[in-house]
């Protein structure tokens, strides 16, 4: 697509969201079903056509940080300290909300999260809407995350329009952090690595994170149709025939009925790029009835790739 094309599409996105209508647009990490944050009603369409329960909040995307002012009711050094470090890119920061927030945003939480996207799409997007873009992942609830706008139509054929920006870089969702009196503390693992963040501000010793300021943290999250298993190469006791390995490096092939090979180069990032497209290839593909991932140590982005992959086995046992 070339440019005047694509600003074109990004330019009748952009309108449809002043409209109040909805738009799947491209970010770094995953593809985001968007909607005017400021518009209540244009918000609730969002838990309508993705399924999501009314207690999850959204995060809200920005373009600049005169958007963030509109946002939250107290800015701290901490905050543009992050903000600097790391914006545009994926860390979300939970924020004290200021009155212009709709609760439908944050369900009903004093907080909003926060993001600048490192996307130019989505940054176009926001700027010409005029307005910051609330927005949760583009598929269903309890589905698998979208990576490329294919995955976004297959599951979410009601939205208003979809902005293709191709496969999207990182692959894996933002980081979520909130701030406390000791320091941050983590609300969902993603691609902004704790060790990262660290280097800015101290983490909060406490461990203690209760569910409901912590929606992130549910333990089933991602959930495959398919029975999902985590497995290293000695505990699997499954029919490899009928099995599709999501390979990391390469030790535990054989056997299977399909391999997909997240990395060349055992490289974690490679993982959290292709690991979402890889799953909604094995759910699609017929051969395969049981999915197999290769564990990861957890360590840097190893962290939030562990944390999906739990999620989605602990989901499937959970329907078992
Ligand atoms: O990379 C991403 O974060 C993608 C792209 C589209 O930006 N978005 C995304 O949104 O993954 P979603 O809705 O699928 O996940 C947002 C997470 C949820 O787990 C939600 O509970 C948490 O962020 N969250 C949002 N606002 C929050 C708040 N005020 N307090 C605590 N957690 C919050
Ligand atoms: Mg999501």
Redesign the pocket.
Known sequence: MDNIELLKNIEFAARLIREGKLVAFP?E????LGANAFNPYAVARIFEIKERPSF????V?IADLAQLKLLVSRIDERTMKLAHKFWPG?L?I?LPKSEKVPDIV?SG?P???I?M?DHRIALELIRRAGCPIA???ANKFGHI?PTTADHVRKQLPEVDYILDGGKTDIGI??T?I?LTEYGFQI??Y?AITQEEIEEIIPMDPTTHIDKI????MMKSHYSPRKMFLVASDHSIAIDKSKAGLISFTGNMEEGFRKVIKVSDRCDLRDYAVNMYEAMHRFEDDNDIEVIIAEPVAEVGIGRAIMDRLRKAEFSWKQKR
């Open positions: 970010t990490t995953v593809y985001g999850d909040p959204l995060i995307h994926p979300t939970v944050s939480l907080t909003v999260g993001r996207p927005a949760p992942s995350s969702e933002s979520v909130r609300l969902r993603g300021s912590a929606p992130g």
